[in-house]
T-cell receptor, first 113, second 113 residues
Framework: DTGVSQDPRHKITKRGQNVTFRCDPI?????LYWYRQTLGQGPEFLTY????????KSRLLSDRFSAERPKGSFSTLEIQRTEQGDSAMYLC???????????FGQGTRLTVV | TQLLEQSPQFLSIQEGENLTVYCNSSSVFSSLQWYRQEPGEGPVLLVTVVTGGEVKKLKRLTFQFGDARKDSSLHITAAQPGDTGLYLCAGDKASGGSYIPTFGRGTSLIVHP
């Protein structure tokens, strides 16, 4: 296993379109996190899963955002009806429950035009 | 209000200089992580500090956790251009019995040759 993998690395979309991002965590990790990062800011927490259960969602996660982790392995983050304000780096991280260290993927850079 | 305040926000120095960056909070953390992030990439974990007063060294980087586990510092000796990047600290924020890594805004470091 080579670490957390995210796909795509870059996405350019027109305002109003839907986009979906994928994250493959480190295989033995049961926790998976999604973060959003904009220029000049640290990563901001969006949501996390323990196995297939989505346990916490930030207020940043509007109803246009949905995340799934159907089999407790990979996860998807979908943004519907994208807006220019959604332009950001979307980061995925994984860890084991009880561990305080999270390991990040390379991120997906979303640009909404 | 940021849970973790990092200072300075920006730092531009010459190769060979020493520097210290700080991560402060009014909250007590069970542990604190330091990450380095390069442009267009995800954060890479450098170290975790757990015990109040703990000092950890990673080559030219020295990390210290405050006695009260509310703050931390990162000292770089003889900085190199390869040290350039965004340095992020993260603490575990308790949420409904789970711990979620929560980040400061980071210190952006540029080391000029």
């Amino acid at each position: 296993d080579t670490g957390v993998s995210q796909d795509p690395r870059h996405k350019i979309t027109k305002r109003g379109q839907n986009v979906t991002f994928r994250c493959d965590p480190i295989s033995e990790h049961n926790r998976l996190y999604w973060y959003r990062q904009t220029l000049g800011q640290g990563p901001e927490f969006l949501t996390y899963f323990q196995n297939e259960a989505q346990l916490e969602k930030s207020r940043l996660l509007s109803d246009r955002f949905s995340a799934e982790r159907p089999k407790g392995s990979f996860s998807t983050l979908e943004i519907q009806r994208t807006e220019q304000g959604d332009s950001a780096m979307y980061l995925c991280a994984s860890s084991n429950a009880g561990d305080t260290e999270a390991f990040f993927g390379q991120g997906t850079r979303l640009t909404v035009v | 209000t940021q849970l973790l305040e990092q200072s300075p926000q920006f730092l531009s120095i010459q190769e060979g200089e020493n520097l210290t960056v700080y991560c402060n909070s009014s909250s007590v953390f069970s542990s604190l992580q330091w990450y380095r992030q390069e442009p267009g990439e995800g954060p890479v974990l450098l170290v975790t500090v757990v015990t109040g007063g703990e000092v950890k060294k990673l080559k030219r980087l020295t990390f210290q956790f405050g006695d009260a586990r509310k703050d931390s510092s990162l000292h770089i000796t003889a900085a190199q251009p390869g040290d350039t990047g965004l340095y992020l600290c993260a603490g575990d924020k308790a949420s409904g019995g789970s711990y979620i890594p929560t980040f400061g805004r980071g210190t952006s470091l540029i080391v000029h040759p």
